[in-house]
């Protein structure tokens, strides 16, 4: 399985991204996914996630009301429509996915180590 980000680049605070994550090898249907975000000098975090089962969003705190994680099954993408930005918005930000069985799915995507594979990361800059 092999994951590709794209969609990054450099943009204004208030400004709207979008990035996509391709999947390739299988389906993302039944395929747990998950963003995470990570800044200079700082550790890994979760953004949002997508239960496999039945692609219910989860979000940080941090970016509820702002970000969706929306599935595209036609293109075996995930996507993540980034809203009012914010400085803080700033990192590089990876895809992830998983086919393990969760007891709890959507406490499950939260958790970094949850997921086996991994996209390269796409930057993204948001200046104030």
């Known amino acids: 399985v092999q994951l590709q980000a794209s969609g990054g680049g450099l943009v204004q605070a208030g400004d709207s991204l979008r990035l996509s994550c391709a999947v390739y090898?299988?389906?993302?249907?039944?395929?747990?996914m998950g963003w995470f975000r990570q800044a200079p000098g700082k550790e890994r975090e979760f953004v949002a996630g997508?239960?496999?089962?039945?692609?219910?969003?989860v979000y940080a705190d941090s970016v509820k009301g702002r970000f969706t994680i929306p599935r595209r099954g036609a293109e075996n993408t995930v996507v993540l429509q980034m809203d009012n930005l914010k400085p803080d918005d700033t990192a590089a930000y990876y895809c992830?996915?998983?086919?393990?069985?969760?007891?709890?799915?959507?406490?499950?995507?939260?958790?970094?180590?949850?997921?086996?594979?991994w996209g390269q990361g796409t930057l993204v800059t948001v200046s104030s």
């Open positions: 090898g299988r389906s993302i249907r039944g395929y747990h």
């Open positions: 997508s239960t496999g089962d039945t692609g219910w969003p």
């Open positions: 992830a996915g998983t086919s393990r069985a969760f007891s709890a799915p959507q406490l499950g995507v939260r958790a970094r180590e949850s997921f086996s594979d």
